[in-house]
């Protein structure tokens, strides 16, 4: 999949990993409106928060995972990771 930009939404609560100590599985949105889901990411790696755009790596799985939304990301310490920007929720009144 290369570099994709995912608009992120969610993320679950960290899980302990033998490999990875603890580990989330985040989702969100391809600029297209797909949905995305995005395993393992190391916890400790977890720099984005939900409703920022950010831009990274990705592939499909390699084992057990034969979801089409599914893909892990290229560098599992996300060392290509870049945070584009964020989406406000505060809300206006009209």
Request: charged letters at 25%; one cysteine or more.
């Amino acid at each position: 999949m290369a570099l994709t930009k995912v608009l992120m939404a969610v993320t679950t609560y960290p899980l302990p990993s033998r490999s990875y100590d603890e580990l989330v599985c985040t989702g969100g949105f391809l600029e297209n409106g797909d949905w995305i889901r995005i395993y393992p990411v190391p916890f400790k790696f977890l720099e984005f928060k939900k409703y920022q755009w950010i831009e990274l790596e990705l592939r499909k799985p390699k084992k057990f995972d034969f979801r089409p939304e599914s893909h892990s990301p290229l560098y599992p310490d996300l060392s290509d990771l870049k945070i584009l920007g964020e989406i406000g929720t505060k809300y206006v009144s009209s």
